[in-house]
T-cell receptor, first 112, second 115 residues
Framework: GENVEQHPSTLSVQEGDSAVIKCTYSDSASNYFPWYKQELGKGPQLIIDIRSNVGEKKDQRIAVTLNKTAKHFSLHITETQPEDSAVYFCAARYNQGGKLIFGQGTELSVKP | SAVISQKPSRDICQRGTSLTIQCQVDSQVTMMFWYRQQPGQSLTLIATANQGSEATYESGFVIDKFPISRPNLTFSTLTVSNMSPEDSSIYLC????????????FGPGTRLTVL
């Protein structure tokens, strides 16, 4: 069945450094890859997504890359700030309106 | 994005009782889902809430334990029945919005503790 693996499970960086979180998916038919940020006590917030017809997408300090051949996608956060500290989840979906399969999550800690 | 509200935001319940969680969205919804997030874990899909018909459940979840209703496009309820401490989790409503093609958003969650 569909599976999404996410690494690392925890990541600690200094303020101003970059952070990279990586995910792999199993279903080659997957075509939509969102990333969510979940702060303590809140629901997941969609921060960026990418579709299978695009290799890279950027929104200010956040970027996502997709390698369909290798079935990898990654989240890149540059110039990290303490407010970036949260749990980040990747997900994959293989058809329109279909269910999202989530990775295990990465707890990012940005130290001032 | 839209405003997705859930009630209650949290509750503490006794073993053997049931709790109904409500989800209301202020925009047109194409798909509506219910997820469970156990402490420190990722999100697991419970079921897809179908308007006017029975929900579609994922493997490991059954209607008798998690009955779901969706009487219209923007409202759904999830009931956690005959609760045990293992049901202590965050329950999240999630929607795909008509105005945001293919993007999926989450509500704030309901934090349930079963004693």
């Amino acid at each position: 069945g569909e599976n999404v693996e996410q690494h690392p499970s925890t990541l600690s960086v200094q303020e101003g450094d970059s952070a990279v979180i990586k995910c792999t998916y199993s279903d080659s038919a997957s075509n939509y890859f969102p990333w969510y940020k979940q702060e303590l006590g809140k629901g997941p917030q969609l921060i960026i997504d990418i579709r299978s017809n695009v290799g890279e997408k950027k929104d200010q300090r956040i970027a996502v890359t997709l390698n369909k051949t290798a079935k990898h996608f990654s989240l890149h956060i540059t110039e990290t700030q303490p407010e970036d500290s949260a749990v980040y989840f990747c997900a994959a979906r293989y058809n329109q309106g279909g269910k999202l399969i989530f990775g295990q999550g990465t707890e990012l800690s940005v130290k001032p | 994005s839209a405003v997705i509200s859930q009630k209650p935001s949290r509750d503490i319940c006794q073993r053997g009782t049931s709790l109904t969680i409500q989800c209301q969205v202020d925009s047109q919804v194409t798909m509506m889902f219910w997820y469970r997030q156990q402490p420190g874990q990722s999100l697991t899909l419970i079921a897809t809430a179908n308007q006017g018909s029975e929900a579609t459940y994922e493997s490991g979840f059954v209607i008798d334990k998690f009955p779901i209703s969706r009487p219209n496009l923007t409202f759904s309820t999830l009931t956690v029945s005959n609760m045990s401490p293992e049901d202590s989790s965050i329950y999240l409503c999630s929607v795909v919005l008509l105005a945001f093609y293919n993007e999926q958003f989450f509500g704030p969650g309901t934090r349930l503790t079963v004693l």
